[in-house]
């Protein structure tokens, strides 16, 4: 039987931004709110978040921008490169505050948070009505707020927050569940919509004719285990208000990946080897935090690059190589040198190249794996501790090994400095990062 961590009278507070992104994009230019704006993905590819009125227009997530940059133009619609740099501060903002005002926090993405809230659901809802108005207060984010015995059902009762004005932000699932246990909610629910469970196990589902929260709520829970996971069976326990999705308070989400991609387009086209090695390069530091992050080490890097399939000019050409490493390792030099090495002899000097990915694979735990320094797996441990550092302070690109330490003259050159890194032409200002980028106040 799963285990049940905490008694309902104790509910999960989950916290929700808005529109996150396209909210950030708002709170230093105030002109911009309440007016239909984009925030596009890199290279300004697709719409990947949308304030309430660009939401009202009909624009979708995913949509390339240059499908609708027309008709955006005759609605007025704002774009805006994605600026990670800006919205990972002010996330970082709105989680420190809300951290104060409840126990427990999980940190789930970069806008969403759970809460342990230890004390009965009407006083909670107070709490989180205090939280929601000091973060609006103070970070300009406004946020969603679901209160509930479990986080399936936060989640639910979030989703529900978010759709219905009335609801001032803030729902909780004894209001929602106050005349029929919350049957009409779960049966408004499609099971694509519950929390954990994805597209392929919906298709499965709904094979068997469960289609809504409500008719999975009501299936046999060890039926249902033993015929899918115990996971199934525990969001269907979830659904009735047990909970048994326990806290994780591990950095990595409790799950590790079994290998780490980084992979960009490139802002314009790389001809030769110089400049896919110094691609290889950049990509192979980034995967590297994210291996240290996950704490493993990697025994393979590889590395591919491709010309453009839909080139009708150039033959689509693509090249990769790999190489194994010595001793396991997470020390950027290590890594960015194999990454380099990798590519070495494999690049046809005429192909004009549009994107470049490196993958580290074979992860060990870091933990479990002691080398002996004299062995040489690592050139230098304090190294990539200085280097997470100073990534922390003052972003991504500051210092780093080769072409991942050098910077452009301006934010529109991208990170690097390089004529290859990516496009962002309507980058609004790091106004919380970056100095020379503060917003100026004039009162006349
Ligand atoms: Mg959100």
Known sequence: MPEQPHT???????????????????????????????????????????????????????????????????????????????????????????SRFLPGQEIYSIDECFLHSPWDTERTRLIAADMRRTVLQGVGIPVSIGIAPTKTLAKITN?????????????????????????????????????????????????????????????????????????????????????????????????????????????????????????????????CRRLQRQHSLCTRVSVFCASSPFNAHDQYSSACGSILLQDPSDDPVIISAAARQALHGRITPSVRYVRAGVMLTGLVDADAYDTLPTLGARTDPGLSEAFEQVARRFGPAHVGIGYAGIRGDGRNNGDTGASWTMRREMLSARCTTRWDEMPVVRAD
């Open 159 to 287: 989703h529900w927050a978010k759709r219905h004005p009335s609801s001032h932000g803030i729902t909780t699932w004894s209001d929602l569940s106050r005349n029929d246990h919350g049957t009409a909610v779960l049966a408004s629910t499609e099971i694509d919509d519950i929390w954990g469970i994805g597209r392929r196990l919906a298709k499965r589902l709904r094979g068997l004719g469960i289609r809504q929260a409500a008719q999975l709520r009501d299936q046999d829970p060890a039926a249902m285990r033993r015929l899918f996971s115990v996971q199934l069976e525990r969001t269907i326990l979830e659904l009735r208000g047990v909970p048994c999705i326990a806290e994780d308070n591990d950095a990595t989400g409790g799950k590790r990946d079994s290998q780490i991609l980084c992979s960009r387009m490139f802002g314009t086209p790389i001809r030769g080897e110089e400049g896919l090695r110094q691609a290889a390069s950049v990509y192979a530091q980034y995967a």
């Open 8 to 98: 309902p009278k104790h509910p999960i507070v989950l916290a929700d931004a808005n529109n996150f992104y396209a909210s950030c994009e708002a709170v230093f230019h105030p002109e911009v709110a309440g007016k239909p704006l984009v925030v596009l993905s890199n290279n300004d590819g697709c719409v990947v978040s949308r304030s309430a009125e660009a939401k009202a227009l009909g624009i979708a997530n995913g949509t390339p921008w240059f499908t609708i940059r027309q008709e955006a133009a005759y609605d007025q619609v704002i774009a805006r490169s994605s600026n990670y740099e800006l919205y990972g501060s002010l996330s970082h903002r709105m989680m420190s505050i809300m």
